[in-house]
């Protein structure tokens, strides 16, 4: 499992290209029949990708945590971006079609990932934290997500959010995820921007068309720099940075925060032109 150490704000003005894909982007996260994961020390999250082919990839502790098991003391969230898959959790089978999202308790033991499809594999992103209290495992089916769509097309920003693990949908310790899509035409994501210093965030980018890309912005609000993310990949943003992205065509990302509260809202919201 790859290390990721916290950065100050001040550290980060001074950083080119290189030193900011290096701490930022996680680059290699979906491989077939492989799992990767990051420990981000931001909040002690671990970012992952798991692409089962015909083998099932079981969930494996890791030297690291000090655990007799993964989820010893952790819960995690996953969300498929493939092909239909499943993940059996201590026996009980669960089906992920495409932007389906399943919460794992925090005392899971044995944990399977598997492809319905050899030739359309499932593309399960995951992220875990550390987890205080243990929560029931439960699936939402995208459809039950509460969609809500948010921006315009005047603004190149039309989209849509759905929620799956915070305060008002599936309960957890700490973790928030979701995911949104933006509609044809629509190029940025969270714009106007935020921070939420009490909170990091995680974005994954996918359906990225071929050929295509988006460039994330970070930083303080008034010293912003950015990284391009091609499809299947990740960013960490430090709970003082803002985190938006403006793609060279329409996309989807599943976002996830680890920190003080699960309020979906709890965002300080920049003036558009205040930024820098
Ligand atoms: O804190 C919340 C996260 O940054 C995202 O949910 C924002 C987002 O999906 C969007 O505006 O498109
Ligand atoms: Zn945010």
């Given at each position: 499992?790859?290390?990721r150490?916290?950065?100050?704000?001040?550290?980060?003005?001074g950083?080119?290209?290189?030193?900011?894909?290096?701490?930022?982007?996680?680059?290699?996260?979906?491989?077939?029949?492989?799992?990767?994961?990051?420990?981000?020390?931001?909040?002690?999250?671990?970012?992952?990708?798991?692409?089962?082919?015909?083998?099932?990839?079981?969930?494996?502790?890791?030297?690291?945590?000090?655990?007799?098991?993964?989820?010893?003391?952790?819960?995690?969230?996953?969300?498929?971006?493939?092909?239909?898959?499943?993940?059996?959790?201590?026996?009980?089978?669960?089906?992920?079609?495409?932007?389906?999202?399943?919460?794992?308790?925090?005392?899971?033991?044995?944990?399977?990932?598997?492809s319905?499809?050899?030739?359309?594999?499932a593309?399960?992103?995951?992220l875990?934290?550390?987890?205080?209290?243990?929560?029931?495992t439960?699936?939402?089916?995208?459809?039950?997500?509460?969609?809500?769509?948010?921006?315009?097309?005047?603004?190149?920003?039309?989209?849509?959010v759905?929620?799956?693990?915070?305060?008002?949908?599936?309960?957890s310790?700490?973790?928030?995820?979701?995911?949104?899509?933006?509609?044809?035409?629509?190029?940025?994501?969270?714009?106007p921007?935020?921070?939420?210093?009490?909170?990091?965030?995680?974005?994954?980018?996918?359906?990225?068309?071929?050929?295509?890309?988006?460039?994330?912005?970070?930083?303080?609000?008034?010293?912003?720099?950015?990284?391009t993310?091609?499809?299947?990949?990740?960013i960490?943003s430090?709970?003082?940075?803002?985190?938006?992205?403006?793609?060279?065509?329409?996309?989807?990302?599943?976002?996830?925060m680890?920190?003080?509260?699960?309020?979906?809202?709890d965002?300080?919201?920049?003036?558009?032109?205040?930024?820098k």
């Amino acid at each position: 499992m790859q290390q990721r150490y916290h950065h100050s704000s001040n550290e980060v003005k001074g950083m080119n290209t290189a030193d900011l894909r290096e701490h930022f982007l996680i680059e290699e996260m979906m491989k077939p029949g492989k799992m990767c994961f990051t420990y981000s020390h931001y909040d002690r999250i671990i970012i992952g990708g798991a692409v089962p082919e015909a083998e099932e990839l079981p969930l494996k502790n890791m030297a690291m945590l000090k655990a007799d098991y993964f989820l010893e003391r952790r819960e995690m969230g996953v969300i498929n971006v493939g092909g239909p898959g499943t993940i059996t959790v201590d026996g009980v089978l669960y089906n992920l079609e495409k932007k389906d999202c399943l919460y794992l308790g925090r005392g899971s033991k044995e944990v399977n990932f598997s492809s319905v499809l050899a030739d359309e594999p499932a593309v399960f992103y995951m992220l875990s934290t550390p987890a205080h209290v243990a929560y029931p495992t439960s699936l939402l089916k995208a459809e039950d997500a509460s969609p809500m769509t948010i921006g315009s097309v005047e603004t190149s920003n039309h989209r849509t959010v759905y929620k799956y693990i915070f305060a008002d949908g599936i309960k957890s310790s700490q973790l928030v995820m979701g995911l949104t899509v933006l509609n044809t035409g629509s190029v940025w994501n969270t714009m106007p921007a935020h921070t939420h210093d009490r909170r990091m965030e995680a974005y994954f980018y996918f359906d990225v068309p071929k050929g295509q890309t988006v460039f994330h912005f970070m930083g303080q609000p008034q010293e912003t720099r950015h990284i391009t993310v091609h499809n299947h990949q990740a960013i960490i943003s430090p709970p003082w940075s803002i985190h938006s992205g403006c793609g060279t065509s329409n996309y989807a990302f599943i976002w996830g925060m680890a920190g003080e509260n699960q309020d979906y809202s709890d965002m300080d919201v920049v003036n558009i032109t205040e930024l820098k």
